[in-house]
């Protein structure tokens, strides 16, 4: 009764307003401030608030979200994005179902430098469909293979959301990058083993056929993109910098490239910068309010209430992360990734700390479930982009997608049961 009481103020509160479209953090703010003020809450206290708001962004790590949203911005403006589609279709485009293969290739190396599923959709996203139409692609492949890939973004390093995962919950950035490498690979492996599928079941063919030549123009061109992931895995492998340096380090690295000998100018570089900015500010505002949010929840001992209900059902640490990668299904259908893991990073980090559950791994499943909910509707964001960067409606979408749940899912059993996917290389090779 305690609980289901609390959660009603608590969780009520801020589904209600989240529901007529109050922005997450203002939502998160006014379900802090009804609470304190309720009966059943703490006592209103302006100063230990002020206090949390501030001390919950004072972190080096929050500074590699610029960094990476600079980034991936600074290359998408310079037309890093058409070069790595360009190297990919060369490699692979000849095989049998060849442009599929090219759009989750080039997914993946994206991944790499960009860290968001929502700049690979709407960066790659127009390119990768329209190619796959051009060479007589059904519409419903071409948009499940464009979304589906999309999400290999945030599990790749760098990650946006890992980021934040990495703040809220005080664990190392650098070794949650790391423990992305495994699933984000896997994840396009899968999908490249379903593209094979259906291309030989709709009897798409190649793009061409293979020349070395344009192997190595297309390299040519990619090269400067293709130093980024290397720079970035190789430097945190080496222990030559953290993965806050390494944003810094290849945000240099691409105004240096882009500007002498790319068609970046000074003023398209500070348009990213100022848009890069806002979103860097949007993002740190939920941080911050999500620090309040998580006192307050210990205030109400949410967690141990929620642990208490949870070990009352099970206490062997699979089912219960199965039990919350329900909830993260449930929640990621209407909830936009980064609100979700701000809201319940600081309630749930108590619960897996009582069951044993290493949260590494727990970090990784948490943002595999998520982008999954990208892609589900009703909010699912990516199917939203994709309507809006191609020529299909928001049902045609929708539809498209559902067959491309299989590999994702398959994915994210696997690295449930098998924790080392995640835990063996930051535990082997980490900081």
Partial sequence: MELALIALLFLGTLLVLYAFGVPVAVAMGATVLTVMVSPFGPDLNPSLLSNQLLFGLNSFTMLAIPFYLVLGRLMNRS?????????ANAVVGHIRGGIGYVNVTASMIFSGMSGLALADAAGLGRIEYSAMREYDYDKDVALGITGSS????????????????????EESISDLFLAGIVPGLLIGAVLLGMVG???????????????????????????????????????????????????????????????VWGDLTTTAVLEEIRDATVETFALTFIIAVAAAYGLVALELRLP?????????????????LLLLVLLFLLVGTFMETIAAISI??????????????????????????????????PLGVILFVLEKVTDATFEEVM?????????????????????????????????
């Avoid at 141990?304 to 219960?320: F, K, Q, R, S, Y």
């Avoid at 049961?417 to 090779?429: D, W």
Wanted: proline share 8%; no cysteine; aromatic share 10%.
């Fill in 304 to 320: 141990m209430l929620m642990a208490d209900a949870i070990t009352g059902v099970t206490e062997n640490p699979t089912m219960v």
């Fill in 150 to 169: 999309a999400i290999i973004g945030p599990i790749i390093p760098p990650s946006v959301p890992i980021i934040i995962y990495g703040v809220l919950a």
């Fill in 399 to 431: 539809y498209a997608v559902i067959p491309w749940y299989i590999p994702l899912f398959l994915v994210l059993i696997l690295v449930i049961f098998v924790p080392e996917l995640a835990t063996y290389i930051p535990y082997e090779y980490g900081q």
């Fill in 197 to 259: 599928i259906v291309a030989v079941r709709r009897g798409y063919g190649g793009t061409g056929t293979f020349e070395i030549m344009n192997v190595l123009r297309t390299f040519s061109g990619a090269f400067a993109a293709l130093v980024i992931p290397v720079l970035i895995v190789g430097g945190i492998l080496s222990g030559l910098f953290t993965a806050t340096e390494a944003g810094a380090i290849t945000v240099v690295y691409v105004l240096i490239v882009g500007t």
């Fill in 79 to 87: 037309g890093m994005t058409e070069d790595i589609f360009d190297f």
């Fill in 344 to 377: 319940l990073v600081p309630v749930l980090m108590p619960v897996i700390d009582m069951v044993g559950i290493d949260p590494i791994h727990f970090g990784i499943v948490m943002i595999l479930t998520l982008m999954i909910g990208l892609l589900t509707p």
